[in-house]
């Protein structure tokens, strides 16, 4: 049963940073590309970041391109989103999510979310 808990938001101001991390477990985490998706007050759910099962690959959405990176872990089972020069329109909450393979922007075949975690940019 894939079970992931992610932590690390907080508030902080514009321009500033934060690590979100996702621990993951019941499932064999080297066989499962990981990925970020947030969800904006009000809107719907959408694709932020994902890397592939090595971390070999990485993907983003245009709007965090230069500013947010994926890594993860594999010896510790979890994965990361650095996220710099963040901006108010960053708000939101981030879910971490697995999926068997490679991660689908559309959220289709996810096996597994967390339950999110709240990152406000705010002065």
């Known amino acids: 049963q894939v079970q992931l808990v992610e932590s690390g938001g907080g508030l902080v101001q514009p321009g500033g940073s934060l690590r979100l991390s996702c621990a993951a477990s019941?499932?064999?985490?080297?066989?499962?590309?990981m990925g970020w998706f947030r969800q904006a007050p009000g809107k719907e759910r959408k694709f932020v970041a994902a890397?592939?099962?090595?971390?070999?690959?990485?993907y983003y959405t245009d709007s965090v391109k230069g500013r947010f990176t994926i890594s993860r872990d594999n010896a510790r089972n979890t994965v990361y989103l650095q996220m710099n020069s963040l901006k108010p329109e960053d708000t939101a909450v981030y879910f971490c999510?697995?999926?068997?393979?490679?991660?689908?922007?559309?959220?289709?075949?996810?096996?597994?979310w967390g339950k999110g975690t709240l990152v406000t940019v705010s002065s």
């Open positions: 019941g499932f064999t985490f080297s066989s499962y590309a």
């Open positions: 890397i592939s099962l090595t971390g070999s690959s990485t």
């Open positions: 999510a697995a999926r068997k393979e490679y991660m689908d922007p559309n959220g289709n075949g996810i096996n597994g």
